[in-house]
């Protein structure tokens, strides 16, 4: 059996992942693969408590320090229950958000030094990472925009400045791992981001081969 | 202001950790400071609710990485949030437990790796060590038999093997570092027990000289 591919989303607020994560669904349906799709912080019982932890505690509550160690706690009992079961009977795993985002949020947005980081993700991926992450990439305005309308969470109190550190360090990920994250740009109408999502992972599907 | 005294309480299950807790508030009211008393995992909201999440999981439910992550989110916020400020204040703080525990229960009692451990615990303590541990040690048959009356938690469920463990672990951690671990044969009657605690506390309270 070969193992499954493990994909994942990223992006900051408002730039339409929920959206493009039913087009990945799809687009892997159609290479005839089930999927497993998940999210974090959250995918196990653990995760969901964390998750409510740290979104519903009040803006800059929690140290940068704290939530990262929250956010590898969560993604090391999600690896061991969720991803890498799925991923070894054959499943492809979606995941939405994954250590891409702590570097991004608890990193570059709120301080956490990367070299920690580095050593937490080390230590918990053990060397797995995602095969393909999308990037849904859109102006910082843009993004808190389309949010504007909805109440926000711990993180969506924050600034432009903020959501614009935040899509820095995204890019800059993608920079450094142009294999591994392809770039949507997620100011485009929402059917043609569903497309551009549809399209990256058929062409993901030709080549991909597990080791 | 000099700083205050950080003191951490150790030691396994049944060797009297509560009545030496108060013999040492006693004493260090007796030197005339002010004390506050924590505990760990705890001391906060956050570490209260990881204490619940831990100590009410089913045995091995946690992987003992998942574990020591959440020890060390629950430790960097006690740390922020109560110890280091009490410390500021002159206050000393005795805490029920403290980073020694981590690496006796998560370490050699369910198997996380000591580098890990060590890594966490330079990062999240950024030097900060216990000014002194006293540590309430018993074999592990004696511990237990004391607790045999009552409802088991999370670890109490676990067999003979794994206390041994946990106090081989302790006395290593006391043979390399004596002049802060100082230990309390806890098998004695509980009054001989208290009373080393407070002789001991007597002693370090007139060679204390915080930096």
């Keep these: 059996l070969r ?35 998940t999210r974090e912080p959250g995918g196990t019982p653990l995760g969901e408590r964390i998750r409510e932890w740290v979104l519903g505690s009040p803006r800059g509550s929690l140290s940068a320090e704290v939530e990262a160690l929250l956010m590898f706690a969560a993604r090391a009992e999600h690896l061991d229950q969720v991803i890498r079961p799925a991923l070894a009977a054959g499943r492809w795993v979606v995941c939405d958000r994954f250590s891409d985002a702590t570097f991004a949020y608890q990193g570059a947005g709120r301080g956490a030094s990367a070299q920690f ?20 990439d859109a102006p910082a305005d843009v993004g808190l925009a389309r949010i504007s309308h909805r109440e926000h969470d711990h ?19 993608a920079a450094g791992a142009p294999a591994r994250v392809k770039i949507i740009d997620a100011s485009l ?8 999502a549809e399209r990256i992972v058929a062409e993901f599907g030709d080549r991909f081969d597990p080791q």
Tied chains: 1, 2.
Excluded: C
């Design 3 to 37: 193992r499954g591919a493990f994909i994942t989303i990223e992006g900051s607020e408002g730039v339409g992942k929920s959206s493009s994560l039913s087009a990945v669904e799809d687009a892997i349906r159609a290479l005839g693969w089930e999927t497993v799709v």
């Design 117 to 136: 980081l580095t050593e937490l993700a080390t230590r918990v991926q053990r060397g797995l990472e995602p095969d393909l992450t999308l990037l849904l």
């Design 155 to 173: 993180f969506e109190q924050e600034g432009l400045a903020f959501f614009e550190r935040i899509r820095d360090a995204y890019l800059a990920i």
């Design 189 to 196: 109408p929402i059917e043609d981001v569903r497309r551009e």
